[in-house]
């Protein structure tokens, strides 16, 4: 049994994630700011039967508290050999009124996450000769978004990681990928629409995405499970879009 890791698991894609990867047997561990949503997903997994852990209070972007959270991991389930860096946090600001201390915030939670997650993890993928990685990054860093400039270039970044981390890694048995999702039904989703910043209803883009509905978390979970399998060995470097077509 491997032991995984998901950031952001308490909610949304990380939760769908969550569930995934230990109903297919994975000891599956939760890093979460949100101490409470950690530990419900937790119990959720628990009742179906699986394997779970939750380290709330876990600000991804705080190296320290991912190294404490990580090292909790390891000593109740043993060395992680899947990461899956999924916690994020959005943003919608005209470009001009962006303070430094947003910039900073965004791209501290997007992407210096990724850096500090891989680097507290890789020993243990190292010494085992195996290792999966998966960063999830966004589909709006194909296209670029208005009012995103901070959130796209996090994003950007970690799609620049992946591709660069996953040639550095490859012959340790260590592939790295990223998923991009686009326009997946989550509290995140929902919150941009309540606050009227998508340019129109989930409704009203579902009917314009090419297969006719929004993503569901288990859309992106189900992308996830099969990177983080065996028979993925020889996918690495990859940017796999999971967006309904909206983006090709
Ligand atoms: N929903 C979409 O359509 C969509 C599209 C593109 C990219 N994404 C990306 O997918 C990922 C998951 O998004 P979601 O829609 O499920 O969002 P969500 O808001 O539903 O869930 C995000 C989770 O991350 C956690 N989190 C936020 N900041 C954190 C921090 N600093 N440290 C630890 N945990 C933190 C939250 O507590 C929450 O549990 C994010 O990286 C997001 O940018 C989502």
Redesign the pocket.
């Known amino acids: 049994m491997k032991t995984a890791i998901v950031?952001?698991g308490?909610?949304?894609?990380?939760r769908a994630i969550a569930h995934r990867l230990a109903a297919d047997g994975h000891r599956t561990a939760i890093?979460?700011?949100?101490t409470e949503?950690a530990d419900r997903v937790t119990q959720e997994i628990r009742s179906a039967g699986h394997e779970a852990m939750a380290v709330g209070g876990?600000?991804?972007?705080d190296r320290k508290l991912v190294n404490a959270a990580i090292d909790t991991v390891r000593e109740q389930f043993g060395p992680v050999s899947v990461l899956v860096n999924?916690?994020?946090?959005?943003g919608f600001d005209n470009f001009l009124r962006i303070e430094d201390d947003l910039w900073e915030r965004i791209l501290a939670?997007?992407l210096n996450?990724v850096f500090y997650c891989c680097q507290a993890i890789v020993p243990d993928m190292i010494e085992a000769g195996w290792g999966r990685i998966v960063n999830?990054?966004?589909?709006?860093a194909h296209s670029g978004q208005q009012y995103m400039t901070h959130y796209v270039a996090a994003?950007s970044g970690v799609i620049g990681l992946t591709k660069s981390l996953a040639l550095e890694l490859g012959r340790s048995g260590i592939t790295v990928n990223t998923i991009?999702?686009?326009?997946?039904d989550?509290?995140?989703?929902r919150n941009s629409e309540s606050q009227g910043l998508l340019g129109g209803s989930v409704d009203h883009h579902a009917e314009r995405t090419p297969v006719r509905r929004a993503?569901k978390?288990e859309d992106i979970a189900a992308a996830c499970a099969f990177l983080v399998s065996e028979e993925a060995g020889y996918v690495t470097g990859q940017v796999i879009g999971v967006n309904g077509g909206r983006n090709t």
């Open positions: 950031t952001g308490g909610s949304g894609i990380g890093l979460d700011l949100d949503a876990t600000d991804v972007s999924n916690a994020g946090m959005t939670v997007n996450s999830i990054s966004s589909s709006s994003k991009p999702p686009g326009f997946v989550t509290p995140m989703l993503g978390p």
